[in-house]
């Protein structure tokens, strides 16, 4: 994803740019269609032309095959795909941190174990490892827990991304710990008759921190692709939910005649996307000048 | 051997090496089947009394090192006894050895890496009182390591900065508060100056002997030059090769070495005089790999007065004159000509 042409600080500072516009549109996204003036719901299309209908003064963005304003549902969609990347990747990080400082802090046959079930993820592709356990699962508007979420069905997704993200930081965090283990302070601490939760929590995660943040913020990137394509499936966020990944099917039937549809919620996809990646290797490349390659 | 060379008769020793070996494997293949042994430590026996100090020195590769650690118990030996005043470590459960951590402590050679980077000062230094909770509360730890700071030679205002913030020098005393903090009766600092400035190593020499007068600490004082251990160490310890070669009184090894690696360590050591030359007999070669020794006696691949029966018999160590132990065919031991008891 690293465009070559740009330097370790502008692309940091573009990512930085695009993803808080992004958060800055997700977390004001109800005064901002208010501003808009149209809900993400109302059929607003004159009555007289069949929608989807083209971009004009009252419609910056046009309408949809339901003649729903697009760029408020645009931006209601934002708060969809945040939730879905930010939750799948905190549920990935912490299920990944605590089974990979396991596995880098006791070793032997623990260590083995643990990197083995990893390995079972990263040989599946993950959209459709995502794809059969979403098919594999009681429905989530009627599922335990999931059914009283405000959004069952994106729960259902962040869930499965988030399961299925474990593996990425838990190899990543095994090797920190061995890395960091071997440091002299963590021998100190030993040597002071630190416990090993201790020496964990005070001494080796904390030197993690750094890739970590690189890890999960291009993970947050890598979620909310991953939500969009599951969407697009039909298998993530249901309609009338104005998900980018829906909005894009919805759009499918109208690709040659009508292609507004589809490239609005595509491109937002795409922009906000590239915005993590770059954010990410932005991040990576100020920690280390030597951009040493982590959990790509 | 049955008594741990070198203890000094009179007194009961703090701490007693006995027979320790540490092996480490060496793995090969996509099988990672063991392929043979690293015997970085090897039948090793020392022993020190309360607050003495004793100079554990050899090239790198020599096993000192290792030897500190399975001390420390960081590492666990292959095999022997670590007794610290009559305690068996080896044997302690893992909550027991934490609470005995308490009195053994270590200083580390590298001030860079033996701090935490992303903890502040103060934080560092009360990790050991938290820890063992010494001390009631927050406020009245803060004010022990303001003292410990203050007795290390650092500023207790500097408390709240970060490790990256100090010099070398400063790091070491950092290092050096952080392991008095638990008031030890043995700290196993491990090259503890090697890494600084020649004028800065003497401070922190300095600092350790007035600790060591004013709290009577003992120390296995690693070193891998013989000229730094002449101030501080009361015995010195000659490793090669995961041996013990010879064991001395500072003063009596410095005047009359006895092992040819000694003599060969101590010959390196430079003299501030230009005018003086010196007849100089440097070590030829590397120290051979400890995965795979010489036969017979292990230096005898480096030494300039090999013998025979060097390349085939491994001399043991005998005690040449009260206290003076060496390891060498050609000493003249008490038993006979060949060094080896009668």
């Given amino acids: 994803m690293r465009l070559p042409f740009l330097g370790a600080r502008l692309s940091l500072m573009i990512g930085a740019l695009l993803v808080a516009a992004f958060v800055l549109c997700a977390a004001l996204a109800p005064w901002l269609v208010s501003l808009v003036g149209y809900g993400p719901f109302d059929q607003v299309a004159p009555r007289s032309i069949t929608p989807p209908t083209p971009p004009d003064a009252l419609h910056l963005l046009g309408t949809d095959t339901l003649g729903r304003d697009l760029l408020s549902r645009l931006i209601s969609g934002t708060r969809i795909s945040l939730e879905a990347g930010l939750l799948a990747e905190a549920i990935a990080l912490v299920l990944g941190t605590i089974v990979g400082a396991f596995a880098g802090y006791f070793g032997g046959r623990t260590d083995a174990l643990l990197m083995r079930c990893a390995e079972l993820v990263f040989a599946f592709p993950e959209p459709l490892l995502a794809l059969a356990i979403i098919a594999a699962v009681p429905d989530p508007e009627t599922a335990p827990f999931l059914r009283h979420l405000p959004h069952p069905s994106i729960g259902m997704v962040f869930l499965v991304l988030g399961f299925l993200g474990w593996a990425k930081i838990a190899r990543l965090v095994r090797g920190e710990v061995l890395r960091i283990r071997a440091r002299e302070f963590a021998q100190a601490a030993q040597a002071l008759g630190a416990n090993g939760a201790r020496v964990v929590m005070r001494h080796l995660l904390p030197n993690a921190l750094g890739p970590l943040i690189v890890a999960a913020t291009l993970g947050i990137g890598g979620n909310i692709l991953m939500e969009a394509w599951l969407s697009f499936l039909g298998v993530g966020a249901r309609p009338p939910l104005p998900s980018w990944g829906t909005m894009v099917t919805e759009g499918q039937a109208y690709i040659l005649s009508k292609p507004w549809v589809c490239i609005a919620p595509g491109m937002a996809i795409l922009v906000v996307v590239l915005g993590f990646n770059l954010l990410g290797d932005g991040i990576r490349d100020l920690l280390d000048p030597r951009r040493r390659v982590i959990a790509a | ?342």
């Fill in chain 2, 1 to 342: 051997m049955t008594r741990a060379a070198t203890t000094p008769a009179a007194e009961r020793p703090l701490l007693e090496v006995r027979r320790l070996a540490k092996h480490f494997p060496v793995r090969r293949g996509v099988l990672s089947r063991v392929s043979g042994w690293v015997r970085a430590v090897d039948d090793v026996s020392l022993s020190i009394a309360p607050g003495e100090t004793l100079a554990l020195v050899g090239e790198s590769g020599s096993g000192k090192t290792t030897t500190g650690r399975c001390i420390l118990r960081l590492l666990e030996p292959t095999a022997g006894e670590v007794r610290f005043d009559g305690v068996d470590l080896l044997a302690l459960p893992p909550r027991e050895m934490r609470r005995m951590r308490r009195q053994i402590q270590v200083i580390f050679q590298d001030p860079y890496s033996s701090l935490n980077p992303r903890m502040r000062i103060g934080t560092i230094v009360r990790e050991p009182l938290d820890i063992h909770r010494i001390g009631s509360g927050r406020r009245e730890r803060d004010e022990m390591v303001a003292r410990l700071l203050q007795r290390v030679g650092l500023d207790p205002a500097m408390m709240r900065r970060y490790p990256h913030e100090f010099s070398g020098g400063q790091r070491q005393r950092i290092g050096v508060a952080r392991a008095l903090a638990l008031r030890p009766r043995l700290i196993v600092a491990d090259e503890p100056v090697s890494a600084l400035d020649v004028s800065v190593q003497a401070q922190v020499i300095n600092l350790l002997i007035d600790l060591q007068e004013e709290f009577h600490i003992a120390y296995l004082f690693i070193a891998h030059d013989l000229a730094v251990v002449e101030r501080i160490a009361d015995r010195v310890a000659v490793m090669y090769l995961g041996k013990l070669v010879e064991v001395a009184a500072t003063a009596e090894m410095f005047k009359n070495p006895l092992h040819p690696y000694t003599k060969a360590l101590l010959q390196a050591i430079p003299v501030p005089d230009p005018a003086r030359a010196r007849e100089r007999e440097a070590l030829r070669g590397d120290l051979p790999s400890p995965a795979d020794p010489p036969p017979g006696c292990r230096f005898h691949t480096r030494c300039p007065v090999v013998i025979e029966v060097c390349r085939k018999v491994e001399p043991p160590l005998v005690e040449v004159t009260p206290g003076h132990w060496a390891a060498c065919h050609l000493v003249p031991g008490p038993g006979g000509p060949d060094g080896r008891r009668g």
